[in-house]
């Protein structure tokens, strides 16, 4: 029922929702407001304005009217009706925080759901960035000048996406001739608006915004076209500017990936609730159940033809988060015909590795990747060893246990030995990394050594950009990094790149050797197969390869069970990446078995 006497119950036969009419007045003046109500079924659907802001902290302490009654609101949402009233005329808008009775379930499950079409069918877009920022107007001209060279580098911007985006984000290109203030972009970049999920889908929907910053305005295109550009150069950006490039200024080129029509086609292509939930789970939101339902608009935007969000994943705020996350996982798997949302799965703790108030075999979507502690995922499509191809052939939810997975597939081995975790602060200098190494090569055959096994196995086979390495490729960097440690006493840096023999295939090495087994261990199993693996693996642990998963897995009995598992996490493993392990199994005649994940 509705929490307020200023609600009542939306008609939603005919797609109805509120509206807020902000009545005219001075900034001094209290700020009335009146409740209207339209169709989205309307033909034509009558104009309204969408409001993109923070909220900020849920203390409502500031006084508005809203049909002549008093109502209770924090801040930021006070501040931004006040920006955006008129003094002469009305102005209608759609607000989340108010237009939704956000103490009624029904209508927040209802209002929710409808997203994709409120932000889309809006006539504009008002996006608030927070009050007066005494260099936002500069950082705005700033902005609009880097906006104007890269469209005038990229041919009115024809090849902008080849330019800024090739294969994957290129980061390498020259500084920008605009004179800007560094520490005032930085403070721009980190404002709380780029943090929130919630912008991400209102940007992408609404079809024309504008970013207001106090007095200051600059088209939403404009900001995030010259944010893509400035990402473009993070190899060269000043100090000020290095740590909002991983933070800030990389969540607004992710926004732009969504909202700006020149990447939609390779991002299209990608755009599955599986990749959007993994992606998106660097920003914030003030719910765990909204790491699916406030992508739900995008989810509907991208995938023409849905009528009705699947039962599973439709807004409903009484349900747990548990039962939401099994939901979305199996219709990720569904939709994918793929077990590869096991990839995601990352364990911190050995701890973690036990049922609790997840599955283990569910990513822990409500928690922010950190690569300080976490792996990067292995989800190279160049993988399958699961098959040629790669799909779910047995995806069964036991009766009366939606938490539990089954799949086929089979024990690869047991996991013999397990070296030392491969931690950041190896990174630090020559004589930590070569006792890793030490340690590993004291684990490895002799034939492995030679035939450059070990070394493509560090690496994953591939390189820092994600590219294939061949065996020699791998050998020749693992030795280089070697020689280049033992003979200089330090690790290749780029500097040594021109100065130095063979220090730029020692430093390509050292990057992809960062990449691929920070926080992993490298491991060998009873049989000889060599692999790097969750940081959490331990000796008694088994590899596995399931039909429909891309890489390799290691389990841990549950209980003692034959048949039920934990989930560890992801494995590389030499020899069967590309489905050498299923061709072998084959041709021993052998059948695949049901494994229970838990």
């Known amino acids: 029922m509705p929490s307020s006497p200023v609600y009542t119950r939306l008609e939603q036969s005919q797609k109805q929702i509120r509206v807020l ?11 009335r407001c009146a409740f209207d109500f339209i169709s989205l079924k309307g033909i034509p659907i009558p104009p309204y304005e969408t409001v993109s802001y923070a909220w900020g902290k849920a203390v409502f302490s500031e006084e508005i009217y809203v049909n ?40 927040r499950n209802y209002c929710v759901q409808l997203m994709c079409e409120i932000y889309s069918n809006t006539c504009a877009g008002f996006v608030w960035l927070g009050e007066d920022d005494i260099n936002a107007k500069q950082t705005f001209r700033a902005l609009e000048e880097m906006y104007d060279e890269a469209r005038l580098q990229t041919k009115d911007f024809a090849t902008f996406k080849e330019t800024v985006w090739p294969q994957w984000w290129n980061v390498h290109r020259p500084p920008t001739s605009v ?61 000020p500017m290095v740590r909002t490039t991983l933070h800030g200024l990389a969540r607004a080129v992710h926004v732009a990936s969504y909202a700006d029509s020149i990447f939609e086609v390779p991002f299209q292509a990608e755009t599955n609730l599986l990749w959007m939930m993994n992606t998106l789970r660097q920003y914030d939101v003030s719910m765990d159940q909204d790491h699916v339902y406030r992508l739900l608009g995008m989810y509907q935007r991208f995938k023409p033809g849905l009528d009705a969000l699947p039962a599973g994943i439709a807004p409903d705020y009484s349900r747990a988060v548990r039962d ?28 973690e590795v036990k049922t609790n108030w997840l599955p283990t075999w569910i990513p822990q979507w409500q928690r922010k990747q950190d690569l300080e502690v976490d792996y990067f995922p ?41 070296a030392p975790v491969f931690v950041a602060s190896m990174l630090e200098n020559a004589e930590g990394l070569l006792v890793w190494v030490k340690h590993i090569e004291d684990l490895v055959p002799g034939s492995d050594l030679d035939n450059g096994d070990l070394a493509l196995t560090l690496i994953a086979s591939l390189s820092h950009a994600r590219a294939l390495m061949t065996q020699k490729q791998a050998q020749a960097g693992y030795a280089a990094i070697k020689h280049f440690m033992v003979e200089h006493g330090h690790l290749p840096r780029i500097k040594d790149n021109y100065q130095k023999p063979n220090a730029s295939i020692a430093h390509a090495y050292l990057e992809a050797l960062s990449r691929w087994s920070k926080n992993r261990c490298f491991f060998i199993t009873c049989k000889g197969y ?14 596995v390869i399931l039909q429909g998963c891309s890489v390799p897995l290691v389990l841990r ?21 590309f489905g050498e392990g299923v061709v072998a199994h084959r041709a021993r005649g052998r059948c695949d078995d049901i494994m229970h994940l838990v």
Request: hydrophobic letters at 45%; glycine letters at 6%.
């Open 530 to 543: 060599i692999g790097i693996g969750p940081k959490v693996v331990r000796s008694d642990d088994v590899v």
């Open 378 to 418: 292995l989800n190279h499509k160049g993988f399958h060893a699961g098959g040629p191809s790669c799909t779910v052939g047995s995806n069964v939810f036991m009766e009366g246990r939606l938490d539990v997975l089954s799949l086929e597939g089979f024990i690869l081995d047991e996991i013999h030995s397990v």
């Open 21 to 31: 009419i902000i009545q005219p007045g001075q900034p001094e003046q209290p700020v």
């Open 68 to 107: 002549d009654q008093v109502f209770k609101v924090a801040i930021n949402a006070k501040n931004v009706l006040v920006a955006m009233r008129y003094p002469d005329r009305q102005r209608i808008v759609w607000i989340d925080a108010i237009c939704i009775d956000q103490g009624d379930l029904e209508d």
């Open 179 to 239: 004179k800007y203030n560094p520490e005032a972009m930085a403070r721009m970049f980190e404002k709380s608006w780029f943090a929130r999920l919630w912008v991400v889908q209102e940007a992408a929907l609404a079809p024309d915004s504008i970013c207001h910053c106090g007095s200051s305005s600059i088209p939403l295109t404009h900001l995030l076209r010259a944010a893509v550009w400035l990402y473009s150069q993070s190899k060269a950006l000043p100090q």
């Open 557 to 577: 009995h549950y209980l003692r069970s034959e048949a039920s598992y934990f989930v560890v996490g992801q494995a590389y493993v030499n020899g069967v990446m």
């Open 324 to 351: 939401i996350y099994c939901d979305a996982a199996k219709l990720a798997m569904a939709e994918l015909n793929s077990a590869d949302t096991l990839l995601y799965v990352c364990h911190r703790t050995t701890e």
